[in-house]
């Protein structure tokens, strides 16, 4: 029997992005307008009324989900997760969260539940899955206890489920499908990827458990994928969708034959697998974001138009014929617009098929056709001299929907970086410093440092945003926990629209300028930007833990700590005391109160007071050397650098410094695994060829030149690779310039020819000017 409407669900106000069902007929579900809701199944008829709106997202909310009730959670839980980072626990009958956990870094875009009671997966756009337990405190509240991570993947992960056999399948935009073992142990270290499934060729965005050892895979490629866990293999391919499936939902029956599966995403199509049969129900929004089984065999969908309906094959719960017929129209409008318009340019307008007779002016690029009434999309393609179809486009004229790389953004441009080469998307949304997407951007695509300041206003300009200021400082600001910046010397750079697309183009000056552009460096490089918010959310998540074992502060003491990450004001000494006094927190808790204090440093009159009797080199030495603990210890490096901005932190990082060039000598490649350390260490040494230059002490510029000749090839992130040469290059220019080890010549000559990023690549073809490679 078919599925037909039954009823609509009204109350939120953006994109339903998230749904879940309960074993008592509940329905959760989540929204773009930064709630989630709770619907009660009416007694009297087949709607639903709205009992419950959970706030605590200061951004989208994206994925929801319940656990059952269990002798600690007596009414279940309801978990959500947002754009904000941050997973959510709410009572059924509270609209406030019991918690907040802020341990992932980016999107958590799933959430479902574990096989065991109170247990459950989370996945993040952080590219790691996360199985937690709800744990309950003496006090009575509620708390998730991290039991494992599950790691391998290179891109967000988008869903995560376990399978009965304890299993847990992984999904992501990097188009693969992880099955990992869990181990008991340390959450960092207790899973295994046993096995990586591949076959589909575009983002894996959902999962759904079958029986056993089987379960269900769909994709941004239009296909549905069925596997078996216990042998890697694909069983069987779905097709029914023309355009990216973003969701799915089984109801399990005794084997694939017999179980219904639900699926849709961005074609309208609301597909309905059963047995041999399927059936397709278009939808009257663009986007449909989420899917889910009632216990009855009802289905529910949310969609991009704010609305969540709900389709049933009992004739009972159907909705009168008259309602219907006005889904029905609504259905037809939405398909006649789709036909005339698409992402907002009239299809009519669109030129003909003779265009695809011309030659594209580069391979790669796009354009669409207007083919029988249809818009249709080709690519052209170089090395074959001609047009290759894409396929149909549907409608996309809403900005929140761009997908880039197998993630959502509120706007993907086109950008041409010169003329003759295909353009590069650059995405970005509205919730994102500029600065901080300039940066990343001109480091994925090498582009010249110089291109930040030109890409940023681009982003500020056409995202209509207010602009956020320029980062303090013409120095480097740590691409990790804020905007990244690092600029030696500025030249000019134009930008010019082209075949409504955006052009950046370097003038030739820069060309000219030679090696004076990376080198010699004259002022010292800090980590300057940091969300402080942030940081002071986790001291007050980790003040909540102290015991008598260490310092427990109050609010007002809490608040206070604010006034140090401003450099303009003059902090009074009990709040200084106060930061002082947390340096003493053990150790595992200790990261954050290390960056407030890398950020208070930055103030002239907290470094004097810091710098005072050695009192900060005391408090930092021992997390200098403190290899196993690596947060802690690039984030003490990151002390130093930013002590050396004020005189009496200068003269005492100066009074220490072939002490820590011990040190970074000492350093293993496997020490310096984490790339923050790395650029931290660089950073570092780059600083001490800054200091040095101010001296004519031969012998202390060759042991400054000595380490860094010796810790550079042991390098991998670019940016510090990049800050090592630069010092290097500081040290050449010197009155008496040192000498360099055959390791660093060869080095350098080998980094030249093949080098990336290009920065990199340039920066070591002017060493080679200079040295006489």
């Not at 490629?221 to 069925?226: E, S, Y």
Request: glycine content about 6%; proline content about 5%; overall charge negative.
């Amino acid at each position: 029997m078919a599925y037909k409407l039954s009823s609509v669900l009204y109350g939120h106000v953006l994109d339903v992005r998230g749904l879940a069902t309960g074993s008592d007929g509940y329905i959760v579900s989540a929204s773009r307008d930064k709630t989630a809701k709770l619907w009660k199944p009416n007694s009297g008829n087949a709607g639903f009324t709205e009992v419950q709106t959970f706030k605590g997202h200061s951004n989208y909310v994206v994925s929801i989900a319940i656990l059952n009730k269990s002798d600690i959670l007596p009414n279940g839980l309801i978990l959500t997760g947002g754009n904000d980072k941050l997973m959510c626990g709410f009572l059924p009958e509270s609209p406030e969260p019991v918690f907040i956990e802020t341990s992932h870094t980016n999107t958590v875009c799933k959430i479902t539940p574990g096989i065991l009671p109170n247990t459950f997966l989370t996945s993040s756009w952080d590219m790691n899955a996360r199985l937690w337990k709800i744990m309950v405190n003496p006090d009575h509240t509620y708390q998730p206890v991290l039991l494992t991570i599950f790691k391998g993947h290179i891109a967000a992960v988008w869903s995560s489920i376990q399978l009965s056999t304890n299993q847990v399948i992984t999904c992501s935009a990097d188009k693969t499908l992880l099955i990992h073992n869990i181990l008991h142990g340390d959450p960092e270290n207790s899973s295994i990827a046993i096995k990586k499934l591949t076959g589909h060729t575009d983002c894996v965005r959902d999962l759904a458990a079958l029986l056993n050892n089987e379960f269900l895979s769909c994709s941004n490629d239009a296909t549905v994928k069925h596997w078996n866990a216990e042998t890697g293999e694909c069983l069987e391919t779905f097709y029914g969708h023309p355009n990216y499936i973003y969701c799915l939902s089984v109801f399990c029956g005794t084997d694939m034959t017999n179980s219904l599966v639900v699926t849709g995403g961005e074609d309208r199509y609301l597909n309905v697998w059963q047995s041999s049969e399927q059936q397709v129900i278009l939808q009257p929004a663009q986007s449909i974001w989420a899917v889910a089984i009632l216990p009855n065999t009802d289905i529910v969908v949310g969609s991009s138009d704010g609305l969540i309906r709900i389709f049933s094959t009992d004739s009972n719960r159907q909705a009168t014929n008259e309602a219907q017929a006005a889904f029905q129209e609504q259905v037809d409008n939405v398909n006649q617009v789709a036909q005339k318009e698409v992402g907002g340019i009239k299809v009519d307008s669109l030129p003909g098929p003779e265009v695809l007779y011309s030659p594209g002016k580069s391979d790669g690029q796009v354009i669409m056709i207007n083919e029988n009434g249809k818009p249709i999309c080709y690519k052209w393609s170089s090395n074959e001299c001609k047009w290759d179809k894409v396929g149909d486009v549907l409608s996309a004229s809403d900005p929140n929907k761009n997908m880039h790389e197998g993630k959502e953004y509120d706007f993907v441009w086109n950008v041409d970086i010169e003329d003759g080469a295909p353009a590069i998307k650059l995405p970005f949304n509205k919730d994102e410093d500029p600065w901080v997407v300039a940066q990343a951007f001109i480091h994925k695509h090498n582009l010249p440092q110089s291109y930040l300041e030109t890409v940023a206003n681009f982003i500020i300009s056409n995202s209509k945003i207010s602009p956020s200021p320029l980062p303090a400082s013409q120095g480097y600001v740590d691409p990790y926990t804020g905007a990244a910046r690092y600029v030696p010397s500025s030249n000019g750079i134009s930008s010019s629209g082209t075949n409504g697309q955006n052009h950046f183009n370097e003038q030739s000056d820069q060309v000219s300028s030679g090696y004076q552009k990376f080198f010699p460096q004259t002022t010292y490089l800090k980590f300057d930007q940091a969300n402080t918010a942030n940081i002071l959310s986790k001291i007050e998540e980790f003040n909540k833990k102290a015991g008598d074992s260490f310092n427990k502060l109050n609010q007002n003491q809490l608040d206070s700590l604010i006034k140090l990450c401003d450099v303009n004001t003059s902090p009074d000494k009990d709040t200084i005391k106060i930061l002082i006094s947390l340096l003493d927190w053990p150790n595992d808790l200790l990261f954050p109160v290390l960056d407030i204090t890398r950020l208070a440093v930055r103030n002239k009159h907290v470094n004097d007071e810091l710098c005072s009797n050695n009192l900060i080199m005391n408090k930092l030495l021992p997390h200098i050397y403190d290899i196993e603990k690596p947060t802690n210890q690039m984030l003490a490096f990151r002390c130093l650098c930013n002590l050396m901005h004020h005189e009496k932190g200068e003269l005492l990082v100066v009074k220490h410094y072939e002490e820590f060039l011990k040190l970074i000598q000492n350093l293993s490649i496997e020490n310096l695994f984490q790339k923050q350390l790395q650029i931290a260490v660089a950073t570092l040494m780059l600083n001490f060829s800054v200091m040095i230059k101010q001296s004519d002490d031969k012998i202390a510029i060759q042991t400054v030149n000595n380490t860094i000749n010796m810790v550079c090839p042991k390098l991998t992130e670019p940016e510090a690779i990049f800050r090592c040469f630069i010092g290097i290059g500081t040290l050449l220019s010197l009155k008496y310039p040192p000498t360099l080890s055959e390791q660093i010549r060869d080095y350098i000559e080998l980094m030249a020819s093949n080098s990336e990023p290009s920065k990199v690549l340039s920066c070591c073809k002017h060493l080679m000017t200079i040295i006489g490679k």
